[in-house]
């Protein structure tokens, strides 16, 4: 597979391969965190999200990993297929808010 | 559910002129805001809205306009367009509740500012 140790604003994935999408996020007390993707034309999708008390959680193909000693949020897709390639955002939401702070995204490519 | 519907899909306008954006959602969902996606720098917050009769400012809303007349709709408001407005702009919208608060979006509205 192929990850990203730092947030970088692209990724380009082998189909087949498993591929981990990092952000580094901005504010400690952030309580709630969700992942969405977005496809060309169209508006973010939710992927997956995870609150503070957990460390992991899983989905169809998809993991979320939070590590909150250093802010950091991955999201992990397993056997990468063409219709992921999109760019993923993440985004995260204080306690007692209902606003949502956005990364920059990364782009996903995924190659035949 | 049509979920979270946004119109236009596209307008182009001059430079002064005037329009509105709607958003609607049939989701009973009593949190709903507006974002502006530009190249490279993510989505950020223009109004938010926590229920009908309520709304407030968020990171850019300067140039913009927000009402909550009624749960459903989320009108957002150009009084005087200008290029820095060209943009990609997103409705969402969610339940005022913070075990349920995902937020969920609309296609978007392309506005190209002359």
């Known amino acids: 597979g192929e990850s990203v140790g730092l947030h970088l604003p692209t990724l380009s994935v082998q189909e087949g391969d498993n591929s981990i999408i990092n952000c580094a996020y901005s504010n400690s007390a952030s309580d709630y965190f969700i992942w969405y993707k977005q496809e060309s034309g169209k508006g973010p999708q939710f992927i997956i999200d995870?609150?503070?008390?957990?460390d992991k959680r899983q989905g169809q193909r998809v993991t979320v990993l939070l590590n909150k000693t250093v802010k950091h949020l991955s999201l992990q897709i397993a056997a990468t297929q063409p219709g992921d390639s999109a760019v993923y955002f993440c985004?995260?939401?204080?306690?007692?808010?209902?606003?949502?702070?956005f990364g920059a995204g990364t782009t996903v490519t995924v190659r035949a | 559910n049509a979920g979270v519907t946004q119109t236009p899909k596209f307008q182009v306008l001059k430079t002064g002129q005037s329009m509105t954006l709607q958003c609607a959602q049939d989701?009973?969902?009593?949190?709903m805001s507006w974002y502006r996606q530009d190249p490279g720098m993510g989505l950020r917050l223009i109004h938010y809205s926590v229920g009908a009769g309520i709304t407030d400012q968020g990171e850019v809303p300067n140039g913009y306009n927000v009402s909550r007349s009624t749960t459903e709709d989320f009108p957002l408001r150009l009084l005087s367009a200008a290029p820095s407005q060209t943009s990609v702009y997103f409705c969402a919208s969610s339940y005022r509740d913070l075990l349920k608060e995902t937020q969920y979006f609309g296609p978007g509205t392309r506005l190209l500012v002359l």
């Open positions: 995870i609150r503070s008390n957990m």
């Open positions: 985004a995260e939401k204080r306690p007692n808010d209902y606003k949502l702070s």
């Open positions: 989701m009973n969902h009593e949190y």
